[in-house]
């Protein structure tokens, strides 16, 4: 079976190696069929010192903590800017 993975912009990154991601989901509300946006917050090892603000890729991963569960793969802000630095 494979992991999950979810992307999420990192709202905190206080802890020594552990960040909160928010991951933001549109549902549409059943009577209303307005589109609602909730977000899920979960706690993340990172290994990979991301900044506040970031959007990363995160993936399920054993218990690291007692509720870190997730692991942060990918910081897509950082890999971004880099591209475009090597283009110029």
């Known amino acids: 079976m494979s992991k999950k993975k979810l992307?999420?912009?990192i709202l905190s990154n206080k802890m020594q190696k552990t960040v909160v991601v928010g991951v933001e989901v549109i549902?549409?509300?059943p009577i209303y069929k307005k589109k609602i946006t909730?977000?899920?917050r979960f706690?993340?090892?990172?290994d990979l010192d991301s900044k506040v603000g970031d959007i990363?890729?995160?993936e399920e991963a054993r218990?690291?903590?007692?509720r870190v569960t997730w692991r942060v793969l990918e910081n897509l802000s950082s890999s971004a800017k880099n591209e475009e630095k090597k283009e110029k």
């Open 27 to 29: 549902k549409e509300h």
């Open 7 to 9: 992307e999420g912009k």
């Open 56 to 58: 990363v890729v995160m």
């Open 38 to 40: 909730r977000t899920r």
């Open 43 to 46: 706690f993340a090892r990172d």
């Open 63 to 66: 218990p690291l903590g007692k």
